[in-house]
């Protein structure tokens, strides 16, 4: 019998490393994203995100490792990469005298098969702003129509760099339903971000980075099911009083148990034997609480339990 043959894939990133200096930004990092799925690079500030997607950008040259991006390589095809992508950074300076229009037709011109002008300012909706400057934008504004540069050019894969990253919830909502309509069409996305709501919502497939290494993979709903827990626990103590990890991890119902600044989070299975029994234990040790709340487990929830770091840490 023949091999089977693999599945294409719309990005491979193989051992890549990257150094600055003393410091090893990125540290022997693997990704595989497929065609049609909206991939999500997470981690803290200083984790590597923003290097690995600029390498994969061809925007920076690795120390070391492999890049194939749709079938090809920077160092070999780079014009012939450049006419498929779409690149939206952190930051996009555009021309403040231009007009959204003009910005639009000025990037559309470097593309041998574009989309027009009038059907990506309808997709990022920004026709009332069609004829303004772009100083006269607003900044959730700005950053729509930098998401609209990176798509007149009709790319196969969408680089998204903390795309939603100061804006109100309205712009962000704006730019998802952006995202989504771009991947409904076939195509793939690699996003990084610092908001959970919005990987949950919009990454098929998620990698969590610390120190330059990938440290979890899998779907939103398989890296929240791999902390074993239904629901999470946060308290705080009156008078800042403590009480031990070790007290905590010994409650029934408790897998993990984590105080940051003085708040006590515990990943707990069932919440309705696990709460009385905490409560219990507190009171026996003379213990009252200032507040307490419990939420269902989420992606930043997994951080923690990883990496002994919020996400939104730098």
């Known amino acids: ?107 559309r011109s470097f593309y041998s098969e574009p989309r027009s002008v009038d059907e990506v300012i309808d997709l990022v909706s920004l026709g009332e702003k069609r004829t303004a400057r772009v100083v006269q934008l607003s900044g959730g504004q700005k950053q729509r129509l930098a998401v609209a540069c990176a798509l007149v050019g009709n790319p196969e894969l969408l680089f998204l760099d903390e ?50 290494k990938v440290i979890a993979l899998g779907t939103p709903q398989q890296l929240i099911a791999s902390l074993g827990a239904e629901h999470v626990v946060a308290f705080s103590l009156a008078h800042d009083a403590s009480v031990s990890l070790e007290t905590l991890r010994a409650v029934e119902g408790v897998r993990s148990a984590r105080v940051d600044a003085g708040t006590y989070e515990l990943a707990v299975t069932a919440v309705h034997h696990a709460l009385p029994a905490l409560l219990g234990t507190l009171e026996r040790s003379g213990l009252a609480l200032a507040a307490l709340s419990t939420h269902s487990p989420t992606l930043e929830d997994v951080f923690v339990s990883l990496t002994g770091r919020a996400l939104r840490e730098g």
């Not at 930051?91 to 000025?106: A, F, G």
């Not at 991947?183 to 610092?194: D, F, P, S």
Request: contains cysteine.
């Open 163 to 212: 795309p939603t990253t100061g804006l109100d919830p309205q712009s962000r909502r704006q730019l998802w339903e952006m995202i989504e309509q771009f991947k409904a069409t076939g195509r793939t996305v690699l996003l990084t971000t610092h908001y959970m709501d919005e990987a949950e919502r919009l990454a098929d497939r998620v990698a969590i980075v610390d120190h330059g």
């Open 1 to 107: 019998m023949s091999p089977v043959a693999s599945p294409p894939r719309a990005l491979e990133v193989r051992g890549l490393v990257k150094r600055y200096g003393s410091v090893t930004a990125v540290d022997g990092l693997d990704l595989e994203i497929f065609p049609g799925e909206c991939f999500g690079l997470l981690g803290p500030n200083g984790a590597g995100k923003t290097t690995t997607i600029e390498i994969c950008e061809g925007l920076t040259p690795p120390d070391a490792g492999e890049v194939t991006v749709l079938g090809r390589r920077w160092d070999r095809e780079e014009r012939a990469l450049r006419e498929r992508l779409g690149i939206a950074l952190q930051e996009t300076q555009l021309s403040d005298k231009l007009s959204v229009e003009e910005t639009l037709e000025l990037f």
